[in-house]
């Protein structure tokens, strides 16, 4: 990348390990890598910073571009050069597998140059930054390493290339060559056999664990590719699951609607752990109880935030940093976020349904404790008692806050599932939860059915449609065939459309009205669709909209359909996770194609 260039996110493909993550860009560049994991400071920062940013680049001498694919079923990265002079490929993979009987997921970042013909020039050069002060640290050459001062653990790169030639001039590449930054332990052992051992484990995890993926018969690379993608979001150590691995990347141009969603959603987790049992992985969930209630522990009354660190701790306090120019100049760059103060009161019915399953699906039994009992008992009691209090929502209004028909939804939905695992773990209490989600049924019905829209709207009393009201169709808050759910999607794919695409809503938000797709919203529109029994026009929007994925397979949170782009923090939690259940619901099943 040279100064001045626009970063396009179609161009960008994503590594990790459950502990780091690392988006490349296809001029070989590391882009954005936060050490030593997804919420710390950027070490490489050129995504918002393409002067000062530091990079990580390996890539020909001319600057040409290459082509990115993914080794198939995996999460290794490999970028093809093709110069006058010659071919060759750089293969970058951030190391997991499982070693003891435990993921092995080292903080290393390793990168294998392969030649492939002829005699390329090449140039590398890595020039990590101290953060977001953008500080650059000292360097220190040992005889195969460069040892980087000044961050709070070791930072070294370990390389069988000259190190004279890390500078970035030119030189000729002749065989395999090999390059490991790690964060903390160093690279001790002979550095060729190490990277090839680790680059074939890797390969087989990752390969193993897609053949254990439930996937649809339609759609399939997609799906595996989401899951994987997805998987990646999981911050193995301690079971969080962040909503992207960036900040700051505008919602479209010129908005201003830049946030740092490198954080813990519970709402998203609730999702992804949904996708996560569509595909048949549990592991995750297990996890995420964990960190759950480890979260809940520490909140008395059970008041959660929105959001919280991949540590679960709350030191979220939103700023903007003044002299970072921006992703492509798009302006501000905030780190934390203010939403982490924000009541969101859906987040009670989200954990519920997150916890669900435990007491439900037996292959989970494992997993119930009396503990997991009184948390899920509590959100639910929460959820009931949140029922049409004025909140952000879902969306995160920074405007005057309403009582939102979708929090209610889920207040709703959190009183119904209660109701359903009391019957079998706490048959004295189940009546009540029966009770209280009649109760917030008909609150719904009365308060957000809109007869000149005929569709219920976004908060009681309102006249805005909203996107997110298509999932009252997979919550079963009406039968399919109501004629006033089939109303609801009708005139929320009528007037919130763009294209084959959906925006969340079209009102004024505080920063204006969006101007550009949400990605989620329209697998959302899928699976009602299908949910409706209309699976063969569910599958034909899928087929129209899985066009926009990145070469590789990636989405960000918005899309732009008219140039088209993507736009927003990338690659996107939410949208990977509805692409999964859109496949699931617009695929016909393994029986009836086989």
Not at 174 to 185: E, I, Y
Not at 508 to 525: H, M, Q, R, S
């Amino acid at each position: 990348m040279g100064q001045g260039d626009n970063i396009r996110l179609e161009d960008l493909g994503l590594i990790g390990n459950c502990q780091f993550s690392a988006l490349v860009h296809n001029s070989g560049e590391v882009v954005w890598c936060c050490l030593p994991r997804f919420d710390s400071e950027p070490v490489f920062s050129t995504l918002l910073d393409d002067g000062e940013g530091g990079c990580f680049r390996i890539g020909p001498a001319g600057g040409e571009a290459g082509t990115q694919r993914y080794i198939p079923n995996t999460n290794i990265l490999e970028t093809t050069f093709h110069t006058a002079t010659g071919s060759f490929r750089v293969i970058d993979f951030a190391p997991r597998f499982i070693h003891y009987d435990r993921a092995f997921r080292p903080t290393q970042l390793m990168r294998i140059v392969d030649l492939i013909e002829g005699t390329p020039r090449i140039a590398v050069s890595c020039e990590p930054r101290l953060g977001w002060s953008k500080g650059r640290p000292a360097r220190m050459q040992g005889s195969h390493h460069v040892r980087f001062e000044g961050f709070s653990s070791q930072l070294r790169l370990t390389t069988d290339i000259p190190l004279s030639y890390l500078g970035g001039q030119p030189f000729t590449l002749t065989g395999r060559q090999h390059l490991v930054l790690t964060w903390g332990a160093p690279v001790e052992e002979p550095l060729a056999p190490l990277c090839e051992r680790f680059l074939n484990e890797t390969t087989r995890y990752w390969q193993r664990w897609v053949k254990q993926c439930d996937i649809p018969p339609l759609f399939q690379q997609e799906t595996i590719r989401s899951a994987l993608t997805l998987k990646l979001h999981c911050f193995e150590d301690t079971g969080a699951i962040i909503a992207s691995m960036t900040t700051s990347i505008p919602e479209s141009p010129g908005s201003g609607r830049t946030w740092d969603y490198r954080y813990c959603w519970l709402r998203d987790s609730y999702y992804v752990l949904n996708a996560f049992g569509l595909l048949g992985q549990f592991e995750e969930r297990e996890q995420f109880v964990q960190y759950l209630l480890n979260v809940a522990g520490g909140a008395p009354g059970l008041n959660l935030a929105p959001l919280y660190r991949v540590d679960g701790s709350q030191n979220l306090e939103e700023t903007v940093l003044e002299n970072w120019p921006g992703y492509n100049g798009e302006q501000p760059v905030r780190i934390g976020n203010g939403a982490a103060l924000h009541s969101q009161n859906d987040i009670f019915g989200e954990m519920v349904l997150a916890l669900a399953p435990i007491f439900m699906d037996e292959r989970l039994s494992a997993e119930r404790s009396p503990a997991a009992l009184r948390l899920i008992e509590g959100l639910a009691q929460k959820a009931i008692s949140m029922t049409g209090i004025p909140d952000a929502g879902i969306w995160e209004y920074r405007t005057e806050w309403q009582p939102q028909t979708f929090s209610s939804l889920m207040c709703w939905a959190a009183a119904d599932r209660m109701a359903r695992i009391a019957d079998q773990h706490a048959p004295e209490r189940a009546a009540g939860y029966q009770t209280a989600a009649a109760r917030i049924h008909a609150e719904v019905m009365a308060n957000s059915w809109n007869p000149a829209k005929k569709s219920f709207v976004g908060h009681y009393g309102g006249e805005d449609l909203d996107a997110s009201l298509l999932q009252m169709v997979s919550l079963r808050f009406l039968p399919p065939g109501d004629p006033m759910l089939i109303s609801t999607v009708e005139a929320i794919h009528r007037d919130l459309s763009m294209g084959d695409w959906l925006q969340r809503y079209s009102l004024n938000d505080g920063f204006g009205k969006p101007a550009v797709a949400f990605v989620i919203c329209t697998f959302w529109l899928i699976e009602a669709l299908a949910a409706a029994g209309h699976r063969e026009q569910a599958s034909a929007v899928f087929d129209r909209i899985h066009r926009a994925l990145s070469p590789l397979g990636l989405l960000s949170e918005d899309h732009d359909p008219v140039e088209p782009r993507m736009w927003g923090n990338f690659p996107q939690t939410y949208s990977h996770v509805g692409l999964i259940h859109a496949a699931f619901a617009a695929s016909p099943t393994w029986s009836e194609v086989l």
